[in-house]
């Protein structure tokens, strides 16, 4: 059996992640367990798990807040993924890393190919490179997986679930409409990652296949909505399932009407054809999934 160590056990991928993971030796490890502000433990813990595969779901997610916990960000999303990458080559595990189209600068008026040049606008994204590139300084064994606009059942806050509660509270809500993306369900990027993993385990006697596997990889579902798109839509779907909303008004806006600490990108569609090549399947499109999720998030 497949011995896998997750970390970031306790996040909105994590949780779903834990829910996926049911043929493996699973050893989830959380927030309290293994502090990524704290670096030099990581090494400690692969050495005692000894896993063939270690999956990186954690990341210091919070965008505007970077703005002004740089060192922290940069601890978390850079410095804790390049000791990962360093302790499972000198362990022989394979490591699956979880990245972010804020890699990118938004200017592409195409979906994004894994080969596309990086410029992170904020402070978020550039942690997040510098622990991408730390992953491919380190080690041969990994597959990084850029995925955006995430969110899910499970977690403290993403888009929908605010939504939901502003829904509920208040008449009128205005939402950005001039940036482009795909919003993407934890409950896919945990099968597709299940997917990778098992493909890993298969070839894990196999040098020249694993090195095969490894590289960038991009998932998202497929489609492409903006922030506005996908608030209708969490309307309209949550109408549809019968849960009560005092809203009246959805008003869209510029982002300069919605001023952030962080510069986000207009545009950050990413192409998620190599990914799917490689599995034999293609991405479910968007609402599809969000309908999917809002089932299970109001049913519980």
Do not use: C
């Not at 888009?159 to 934890?186: N, S």
Request: charged share 20%; aromatic share 8%; no cysteine.
């Amino acid at each position: 059996m497949n011995r896998i160590l997750l970390i970031g056990s306790d996040g909105q991928l994590g949780q779903e992640l834990q829910e996926t993971l049911k043929r493996v030796e699973l050893f989830p490890v959380n927030r309290q367990q293994l502090d990524l502000s704290e670096p030099k433990k990581i090494r400690e813990l692969v050495e005692e798990v000894q896993p063939q595969i270690i999956i990186n779901a954690a990341a210091y997610t919070a965008v505007d807040k970077a703005e002004t916990e740089p060192d922290l960000a940069t601890s978390v999303n850079g410095t804790a993924p390049t000791i990962m990458a360093q302790v499972a080559q000198e362990q022989n595990a394979f490591l699956i890393h979880v990245s972010t189209d804020y890699v990118f600068d938004g200017t592409k008026s195409t979906p994004y190919v894994e080969l596309d040049s990086t410029n992170p606008l904020n402070v978020y994204g550039h942690s997040k490179l510098m622990g991408e590139q730390g992953i491919q300084a380190h080690t041969d064994r990994y597959i990084l997986l850029r995925t955006a606009w995430v969110y899910g059942e499970f977690g403290k806050a993403n888009f929908v679930k605010t939504m939901l509660r502003l829904f509920g509270d208040k008449e009128e809500v205005k939402v950005v409409a001039d940036q482009a993306g795909t919003p993407t369900w934890t409950g896919d990027i945990a099968e597709v990652i299940a997917k990778l993993s098992d493909r890993i385990a298969e070839n894990l006697g196999d040098a020249a296949r694993l090195q095969s596997l490894a590289g960038i990889y991009h998932y998202t579902n497929s489609g492409i909505a903006s922030w506005y798109d996908l608030a209708v839509a969490i309307y309209e779907e949550a109408e549809a399932l019968g849960l009560p909303m005092k809203l009246q008004r959805l008003v869209p806006i510029s982002t300069p009407e919605y001023p952030t600490l962080a510069q986000r990108p207009a545009y950050s569609v990413l192409s998620s054809q190599k990914v799917s090549s490689l599995l034999s399947g293609y991405p479910p499109q968007w609402r599809q999934s969000l309908r999917k999720m809002l089932v299970g998030y109001i049913s519980n």
